[in-house]
């Protein structure tokens, strides 16, 4: 009995203890308001996904509709998918037409990260076609939606995020000011670093799998030519293969570029037919692989992974 009265007595001595404990550190109380306080954030594929990540920190919680690995053009939502996209506090999206899923979703806010970028549009050119015939990719409207390959559009894709983030988390607008400072001059530091790569190479034509980088090649002053189109899959015809072997021999071009997400045979039969021919990747960075992740290799990484690979084609010193 003594024994009983003596364990009661050390337990309400503890448990007043415990409380004060906690009461002094904040923490347990502390993290579960975090947790419940945090907003969701649902980016439409990979590059918003990581420039939304990089805004928000760890102050909201944001996951990526378009799975790890996946090529996004063709993707379709399910109803799993629309109800994420529906109940998220913020939706990410590319915008210039890629997504064009993205209404049906109803989502609360909206960070259309396009929106305000001036899109170039040639008279007189039909909307698919560049300088030699071939054709190349369009969103809505007649526009090239692959914005992100372009640092300084990517640093206005940032500010959109931002600014959206700041509006729907106005307690937390200062700590997504300065992530989004933070990563904004990383890519300042991406836009220098690529023309100083690229300022002395021999050519400036190059073959893409697929008109992924026309906004990029504006940037830098060089001309895409591409296989495919809108998207990277789909059949091509035996004529668009042997004009594009044409192409290439009329530019001296051996290096036709494939992507990590595709299978790189029809590159591979395209180089077989060209002098000294050789596939390489050349990334859209459209999605990222499960492994890349998990060895923390993100959008910068493969930007300059694309850089090294762009300089082979172009023979740059």
Known sequence: MNQSRA?????????????????YTGRPALQDRQEQEKITVVASFYPLYE??????????????LVPAGVEPHDWEPTAEDISRGHEA????????????????????????????????????????????GHGYATGGGGVNPHIWLDPILAKHQTDKIRNVMASSDPA????????????????DT???????????????????????????SERYDLRQHSIHS??????????????????????????????????SRLADTIANEIPDGKVLVLSPIEGIGNE???AGIGY??????????????????
Not at 195 to 200: C, F, G, I, T, V
Not at 300 to 317: S, T, V
């Open 300 to 317: 910068i990484d493969k930007m300059k992974q694309n850089i090294a690979n762009l300089k082979e084609g172009l023979e740059c010193r």
């Open 230 to 263: 809108a998207s990277p899959e789909g059949e091509i015809l035996p004529q668009t293969i042997q004009q594009i072997i044409e192409l290439a021999n009329e530019f001296d071009i051996n290096i036709i570029y494939s992507e990590d997400l595709i299978d």
């Open 51 to 64: 420039f939304a990540s990089r805004v928000v920190g760890d102050r909201a919680e944001v996951s990526s």
């Open 7 to 23: 364990a009661l007595a050390a337990i309400a001595t503890l448990i007043p203890l415990a409380m004060i404990a906690t009461v």
């Open 292 to 294: 890349e992740q998990a």
């Open 190 to 216: 991406l836009d220098a670093f690529i023309r100083s790569e690229l300022a002395d190479c021999d050519k400036s034509d190059f073959i893409a799998f697929h008109d992924a980088f026309t906004h990029f």
């Open 89 to 132: 506090d913020v939706l990410v999206i590319n915008g210039a037409g890629f997504e064009r899923w993205a209404e049906g979703m109803e989502a609360k806010v909206v960070a259309n990260t396009s929106e305000g970028i001036e899109f170039n549009y040639e008279e007189g050119k039909e909307v698919g076609d560049d300088d030699h």
């Open 172 to 187: 937390n607008a200062d700590y997504y000011n300065q992530n989004a400072d933070r990563f904004t001059t990383e890519l």
